[in-house]
DNA sequence: CCTACTTAGTTAGGACAACTACCTTTGTAG
DNA sequence: CTACAAAGGTAGTTGTCCTAACTAAGTAGG
């Protein structure tokens, strides 16, 4: 077999490249997933991503005008799939007083049900996971955390919770020890969150 | 602020969900990256997917069954993608005489052109992998790796080509050491392949 | 060599995804 | 009090991706 069988332009390629493949497939990994987990409930991926969000998050962000933003769809979007959710008996929506053109949209007895379950969707990675040494799984997140800062500031990924672009979060120097500024305690790398419901995303994120 | 309000389910979670959370919003941005990215070429994402897949990878590969497995799509779905990147004179499809039923698709020149373009679609995501330690990096992949070949075990994802579960490949013994019996060297973390061209699957893909 | 099975790819029809453009209502600010 | 912005909804379109049914071509058994 000639070397030149392995020269081909996407095979001898550096690392870093190796590392996006490796992502990518990943992603595909979470398509195939949440298409099956809907299948399964009789719902569409983007219905299921939704009732999980709702399930975990709180009243000021269940809003059809906060999940465009943070699924990076358009209000329309969102607000067929709210639609066709409160037709099925999952949502409710709650108008407040003072500002009747918007809602707080709650999750049913029935909603909350499935969204636990589906909420599970992602279990086939756990396992490969939870295998991996404490060490890898402190720098597997680290390093997935500041790839998602760096999408987040180019504008790829509007909106998100973690504590290193948070303005209650304090690195120390050389950026070795982490410190949450509202609970006023140190954080380890196990302790850095993804998605913090007391986010307060600091106006000047560099680095 | 009551420390109740961090005790909701979703925030007192352990390293490997906050791991899943991760990876789950990188594959987001694939999803936002690949969408703009086809829509700056007037293309669709699948049709982008494919064009990519095809400039990589050799003749036996590059036909409509093929894609269908490695996009975990159905025979339909590709074969309308291929009529309609036909008619874009994006490809243009052989048939051989051994075998009438079935052709490799070529792309034309410019559909190399536009393939080679819009496989660019992810550099947002090197700036902050290029930035890693090179130890941090071999780490990085080995775990992606890893949780791929996990995938794939469990008929999450149907074809890849990694070195980790190829017939040429030989761990030493603890896992400290990789080797490639077809290229008959060592291979380093960083050589590890994600897709490699002479890949055999293992027909006892176990651990 | 002929029938039966399998494989490669296509076609048709339908549910869902997600957009743009436009609209209504409500809140806010000069 | 008028003008603008913000929240959400509607209509219509294009693309995604499936299932089911089909054609044509290869393969294997008797």
Redesign the pocket.
């Given at each position: 077999m000639a070397p030149s069988d392995f020269e081909l332009a996407h095979q001898n390629q550096n690392i870093e490249s190796k590392i996006v493949a490796s992502l990518e497939r990943i992603a595909q990994a979470f398509?195939v997933l949440l298409w099956e987990e809907?299948k399964a409930f009789s719902l569409?991926?983007?219905?299921v991503q939704v009732l999980i969000f709702l399930l975990y998050h709180s009243s000021e962000k269940r809003?059809?005008?906060?999940l465009a933003d943070e699924f990076?769809?358009?209000?329309?979007?969102i607000?067929?799939?709210?639609?066709t959710l409160e037709q099925k008996d999952l949502i409710t929506?709650e108008y407040e007083p003072?500002?009747?053109?918007?809602?707080i949209i709650h999750l049913t007895k029935k909603g909350k049900d499935i969204a636990g379950k589906t909420s599970l969707f992602t279990k086939e990675l756990r396992a490969p996971i939870d295998q991996l040494h404490p060490h890898d799984k402190e720098g597997l997140l680290l390093s997935l955390l500041n790839i998602i800062r760096h999408l987040n500031r180019s504008d790829v990924i509007t909106i998100q919770r973690m504590c290193i672009t948070c303005t209650y979060y304090q690195p120390s120097a050389k950026g070795q020890k982490h410190f949450c500024k509202l609970l006023n305690q140190p954080l380890y790398a196990k302790d850095l969150r993804v998605d913090c419901p007391e986010h307060k995303m600091k106006a000047d994120m560099q680095l």
């Open positions: 398509r809907s569409t991926p983007i219905q809003k059809v005008s906060y990076n769809m358009t209000k329309a979007t607000s067929d799939t709210i639609k929506k003072h500002d009747t053109r918007s809602y």
